[in-house]
């Protein structure tokens, strides 16, 4: 079908790519070629993936079929974006209803202590889900925690016939992509396009705040790189982190989960040095910091920010992460790129659960008056490049039970 020959076609531009940077990096980086011949170079180049992005069992279930049973609902859910990727999910897959769960063993420790991360994330499965059930004949109604005595227990999500049309979302879960390069800075995004989004935002849980005049973006950016510049000075943040990068192809196409160095957004020349010479964690968050400053928020279009009334209500958090996951599909189908920026949060998070002074809380609270709490924010433009796909586990690795 079209994804797959799509992909067949992006990987392949892709490898072109890769190599012309490889032969550049072979040519033009003296300091590699005194590591190692030009031969151990192309060796270990073509051992980390350099050649090979975007390919191979981790990115296989963006090969998106068409639904076909019940167990193509999950493939389309675990396409979310989600937390670090940590992928943080279990379905139990019935004829009549899909429960879905949180997987406890897939936190990102201090940077989410309490787990509003996961549970957003888990909201945005759910809505992956929610919007490929018509497509399959079905109408899917969830049920918001339905155990009391279960919080792991996340959506109860019943299976009903129906004639209902297939949505014009679904088409974009198999292409949405988390986009960390940089955004044109020549190309505003059209108001009337961020108050439409603000309307498909709106229901009875979650509203939607854009900061995209001039001075508020700045300010949301200053307090973003300020918020990065925290986390890696807190040991615990920092490695809590570091966990959940992957550089090591193998790793990759194992673990199939993680942020991988080709979505990291940086340049691809930056992208095959890093696989070719191993970074250390100061390296790799160094980079982390210059991409969010010079790249990430100084080329934003605009800011979004998801409030809720209450941050910590498990169901409005799920309600965020529908609403995220919804807008991101949206955009990805109107040309715009998006990147959830979470840092003032995972700060603000960090202060609460370890008792800190709230700096970071009370900047934020600051900039978003009046409209409930931020849960989570996100930058949007236009894009410079297309978004590589991230590792993705298999189906059969998060079902329960054996779908029928
Ligand atoms: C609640 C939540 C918070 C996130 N925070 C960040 C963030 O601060 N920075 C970032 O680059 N990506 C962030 N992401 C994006 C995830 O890292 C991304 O969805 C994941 O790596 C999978 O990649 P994909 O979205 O391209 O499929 C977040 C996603 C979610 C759902």
Redesign the pocket.
């Known amino acids: 079908m079209k994804h797959e020959s799509q992909t067949q076609d992006d990987a392949a531009e892709a490898q072109n790519f890769s190599r012309r940077n490889l032969l550049r990096l072979v040519g033009g980086g003296a300091g590699l070629l005194a590591v190692a011949g030009s031969g151990a170079l192309t060796w270990r180049a073509a051992d980390n993936g350099v050649f090979a992005e975007g390919s191979g069992p981790a990115y296989e279930p963006w090969n998106l079929p068409a639904p076909t049973g019940r167990a193509d609902l999950v493939r389309a859910a675990i396409?979310?974006?989600?937390?670090?990727?940590t992928q943080p999910w279990i379905f139990r897959v019935e004829d009549s209803y899909i429960d879905l769960f949180a997987d406890s063993g897939r936190t990102i420790g201090t940077i989410?202590p309490l787990l509003?991360?996961?549970q957003?994330?888990l909201g945005?499965a759910l809505e992956n889900l929610m919007i490929a059930a018509p497509a399959l004949g079905l109408q899917a109604i969830a049920e918001l925690v339905p155990d009391s005595a279960d919080p792991g227990h996340i959506a109860h999500i019943e299976l009903r016939e129906s004639s209902a049309a297939a949505s014009p979302l679904l088409k974009a879960i198999p292409v949405?992509?988390?986009?960390?390069a940089a955004y044109r800075t020549d190309q505003a995004v059209p108001r009337q396009t961020l108050d439409r989004y603000r309307r498909a935002a709106e229901d009875d849980a979650v509203s939607l705040v854009w900061l995209s005049e001039p001075e508020v973006r700045q300010a949301f950016g200053d307090i973003t790189v300020r918020a990065t510049e925290a986390i890696i000075a807190d040991p615990d943040q920092a490695a809590d982190d570091y966990r959940w990068y992957r550089s090591d192809w193998n790793d990759i196409q194992t673990l199939r989960d993680?942020?991988t160095i080709d979505?990291s957004?940086q340049s691809a020349f930056i992208r095959g040095a890093a696989k070719i010479l191993p970074t250390t964690q100061q390296q790799n968050h160094d980079g982390w910091l210059r991409g969010t400053r010079d790249t990430?928020v100084s080329t934003a279009a605009a800011f979004g920010a998801i409030m809720v009334a209450d941050g910590h209500d498990v169901a409005a958090r799920l309600s965020a992460?529908r609403t995220?996951?919804r807008l991101?599909l949206m955009a990805t189908g109107d040309g715009l790129a998006m990147?959830?920026?979470?840092?003032v949060?995972?700060r603000v998070d960090r202060e609460e659960s370890a008792g800190l002074d709230d700096v970071f809380n009370r900047e934020l609270a600051d900039l978003l008056p009046g409209a409930g709490k931020a849960i989570?924010?996100?930058r949007i433009g236009y894009p410079t490049v297309a978004?590589?796909?991230?590792p993705?586990r298999a189906v059969e690795e998060v079902l329960l039970t054996a779908a029928p």
Do not use: W, Y
Not at 79 to 85: F, G, R, S, W
Not at 387 to 390: D, M, Y
């Open positions: 396409l979310a974006a989600n937390a670090h990727n989410d509003r991360e996961q957003i994330s945005c949405r992509h988390t986009d960390r993680g942020v979505a957004g990430q992460g995220f996951q991101h990147q959830p920026l979470c840092q949060l995972e989570m924010t996100f978004a590589p796909p991230s993705r």
